[in-house]
């Protein structure tokens, strides 16, 4: 599965999938909020352009659309355009909405959401949120989710907030739905060998769940300084998963 945002260049996809024929995609149609209100009208607005300008590159292959990205999080809307998960219900049903008059024949998930407890001024605990936002869920397509752990404290196969455990509660919760791990990685430590072995095992594990349809891993490459235990560019991370 490859995912790309909706603003990203129509030529490296076509590019991506004339290397990877048989690939899934995920095209997040994504807007920078920056504090700012945006109402549904504006969001599709800003990024249906895009999002047609890349699924135009991705004829005939399966994708799905995830309508925006961790919305339980301040830089994302919290607060500045919706006050909880209730509220982003209610904004995402009529995102959802506008984008299926524009574009009929297009599966839509529900986005990711930042995993984690409540934390002031960056983020509203992910499962109230999530259950909170259940009639979107219910309307979409699919369900989005990311899913992170660390070593030794946040465990990829024990910890109930992390992991595997935090896709099972996923599948428990919606039992009915398709899943898209959109982002998933160890945030933490630079023992590269191990989160390797770790991103085989977990994409393994996965095969044992039906539901799910596929995982991307955070992040292939970022700006210097930014996300520096997770990117995979430079490290081997890929040369050994692919070796399989």
Same mark, same amino acid.
């Given at each position: 599965m490859i +995912? &790309? /945002?909706s603003f990203h260049d129509p030529n490296a996809i076509q590019q991506l999938a004339k290397d990877h024929p048989n690939a899934h995609w995920v095209v997040r149609a994504f807007l920078s909020f920056g504090n700012r209100n945006i109402s549904p009208d504006q969001f599709v607005n800003d990024t249906i352009g895009d999002t047609k300008r890349t699924l135009a590159a991705l004829q005939g292959k399966n994708v799905v659309v995830e309508l925006h990205n961790e919305p339980n999080l301040t830089v994302e809307? /919290? +607060?500045s355009t919706w006050a909880d998960g209730r509220a982003f @219900? !209610? $904004? $995402? /049903? !009529?995102v959802l909405g506008k984008y299926r008059q524009q574009l009929p024949n &297009?599966?839509?998930?529900?986005p990711g959401l930042s995993p984690g407890p409540d934390a002031p001024n960056l983020r509203q605990a992910d499962r109230p949120f999530l259950e909170a936002c259940r009639p979107s869920i219910e309307a979409a397509d699919g369900l989005g989710m990311h899913s992170y752990w660390s070593n030794p404290h946040f @465990? =990829? =196969?024990?910890?109930?907030?992390?992991g595997i455990p935090l896709v099972d509660d996923y599948i428990r919760r919606f039992p009915n739905k398709q899943i898209w791990v959109t982002e998933a990685s160890d945030n933490l430590g630079n023992? $590269? @060998?191990t989160k390797a072995r770790e991103y085989m095992q977990f994409w393994q594990e996965l095969q044992k769940r039906p539901p799910v349809q596929g995982v991307t891993y955070f992040?292939?490459?970022a700006a210097p300084g930014t996300f520096d235990h997770e990117v995979w560019v430079g490290h081997g991370i890929a040369a050994q998963l692919g070796a399989r």
């Amino acid at each position: 599965m490859i +995912k &790309v /945002l909706s603003f990203h260049d129509p030529n490296a996809i076509q590019q991506l999938a004339k290397d990877h024929p048989n690939a899934h995609w995920v095209v997040r149609a994504f807007l920078s909020f920056g504090n700012r209100n945006i109402s549904p009208d504006q969001f599709v607005n800003d990024t249906i352009g895009d999002t047609k300008r890349t699924l135009a590159a991705l004829q005939g292959k399966n994708v799905v659309v995830e309508l925006h990205n961790e919305p339980n999080l301040t830089v994302e809307g /919290l +607060k500045s355009t919706w006050a909880d998960g209730r509220a982003f @219900n !209610q $904004w $995402w /049903l !009529q995102v959802l909405g506008k984008y299926r008059q524009q574009l009929p024949n &297009v599966r839509y998930i529900f986005p990711g959401l930042s995993p984690g407890p409540d934390a002031p001024n960056l983020r509203q605990a992910d499962r109230p949120f999530l259950e909170a936002c259940r009639p979107s869920i219910e309307a979409a397509d699919g369900l989005g989710m990311h899913s992170y752990w660390s070593n030794p404290h946040f @465990n =990829m =196969m024990t910890h109930p907030d992390s992991g595997i455990p935090l896709v099972d509660d996923y599948i428990r919760r919606f039992p009915n739905k398709q899943i898209w791990v959109t982002e998933a990685s160890d945030n933490l430590g630079n023992d $590269w @060998n191990t989160k390797a072995r770790e991103y085989m095992q977990f994409w393994q594990e996965l095969q044992k769940r039906p539901p799910v349809q596929g995982v991307t891993y955070f992040v292939a490459s970022a700006a210097p300084g930014t996300f520096d235990h997770e990117v995979w560019v430079g490290h081997g991370i890929a040369a050994q998963l692919g070796a399989r």
